[in-house]
């Protein structure tokens, strides 16, 4: 019996089901609403070290977009998410190996987490304070996580698909 050769993970089709990635979204949903809820409970303001002079457990909230851009533009941000989700599940099928659909999992989790937010409360809860960089969340890292790895994704594949056609 003749093996199939290997294909790359990242280039491979998948014939699975959607369900997979979908519940990986709504795990990294649920984990992001699960850890702002725990923030939620202390104090405004308030800065716990976890890892002294490394890591805290800040309660912030946040009306902008990432390193405080946009302030006071909570409406505007949503209106903008809802038409990124809307066109994120008008292109899913588009998704169509593993390596995108884990990439669209965490783009769905992490703009769902945030949109959660400013239409529950006005406002974004952050709560991983690094100390040097802004403070972010669960949907923060889901976004930032996937989009990375969509551009490094298509520049992988753009520059492999031009060294195979030269």
Request: glycine share 8%; aromatic share 10%; charged share 15%.
């Amino acid at each position: 019996m003749k093996k199939k050769p290997k294909e790359e993970l990242s280039v491979r089709k998948t014939g699975s089901p959607s369900w997979p990635y979908l519940l990986l979204a709504l795990a990294l949903l649920v984990l992001d609403q699960l850890t702002k809820a725990l923030v939620r409970t202390l104090p405004l303001g308030s800065r716990m070290p976890l890892l002294p002079g490394f890591l805290w457990l800040s309660h912030v909230e946040n009306t902008g977009a990432s390193f405080s851009i946009l302030q006071g533009s909570n409406a505007l941000l949503a209106w903008v998410a809802v038409i990124v989700l809307g066109i994120l599940i008008y292109a899913y099928g588009s998704f169509r190996t593993r390596v995108e659909r884990v990439i669209y999992a965490l783009l769905l989790a992490g703009l769902l987490g945030n949109l959660v937010d400013r239409l529950l409360f006005g406002a974004v809860t952050d709560f991983v304070d690094l100390g040097w960089f802004p403070v972010f969340n669960v949907a923060d890292s889901c976004l930032v996580v996937g989009v990375s790895a969509l551009v490094a994704y298509e520049l992988f594949r753009k520059g492999h698909a031009k060294n195979v056609h030269s």
